[in-house]
């Protein structure tokens, strides 16, 4: 299967802060998505990109599937904000999971 | 609130035992996705069904089967359960595959 590294593992930012989460996968993909969960464990579909940008208030988004990597960028952090970080990589139907980038947001 | 429910919100059985999850995907949302959360292995994508179909078949047992039926609901077997099957459960769904996916609450399984 496709191999999918997120980094930071960990990353504890202040309120207001600004911070780029990285997503990287080991061979060409359909479709990239990412994911949040917040510390209560609900999870949330934030962005469809399997390539390009898209900008969703505070978040946005930019996959290069050419070189195998998307970024996740969080504008002016605030405490929701708090939670893991997922980005999935889809391969023919197969969905594969990195390992999560866990935020902390502290005020 | 998703839209999207499951039941039960929790579940304490025994190993050997067989359960059954079940999923209510948003009205409207023809694809429902399962997928499988542990300490161990992180978030799996289990089975995805499209309109009564199967569509895509992931990290799934075969002691684990699902299965959607004509009002779009889903239901999760597991059986002959094991301690390391602990874990929580998601359901999710979208109009057509590929699109945006809506998580349920999610069941937490526990196996003593």
């Known amino acids: 299967g496709i191999q999918v590294e997120q980094s930071p593992p960990d990353l504890i930012l202040q309120e207001g802060a600004n911070s780029t989460l990285r997503c990287n996968f080991s061979d060409s993909v359909n479709n990239l998505q990412w994911f949040h969960q917040n510390p209560w464990g609900q999870l949330i579909n934030l962005f469809y990109i399997p390539s390009g940008t898209k900008q969703n208030g505070r978040l946005s988004a930019t996959t290069v599937a050419t070189e195998r990597y998307s970024l996740l960028y969080i504008s002016s952090s605030q405490t929701t904000d708090s939670g893991v970080y997922f980005c999935a990589v889809v391969a023919g139907n197969q969905f594969y999971f990195g390992t999560g980038t866990s935020l902390t947001v502290i005020p | 609130d998703s839209g999207v429910t499951q039941t039960p919100k929790h579940l304490i059985t025994a190993t050997g035992q067989r359960v059954t999850l079940r999923c209510s995907p948003r009205s409207g949302d023809l694809s429902v996705y399962w997928y499988q959360q542990s300490l161990d292995q992180g978030l799996q994508f289990l089975i995805q069904?499209?309109?009564?179909?199967?569509?895509a078949k992931g990290n799934i047992l075969e002691r684990f089967s699902a299965q959607q039926f004509p009002d779009l609901h889903s239901e999760l077997n597991l059986s002959s359960l094991e301690l390391g099957d602990s874990a929580l459960y998601f359901c999710a769904s979208s109009v057509v595959y590929g699109a945006t996916q809506y998580f349920g609450p999610g069941t937490r399984l526990t196996v003593l």
């Open positions: 069904y499209y309109n009564g179909e199967e569509r």
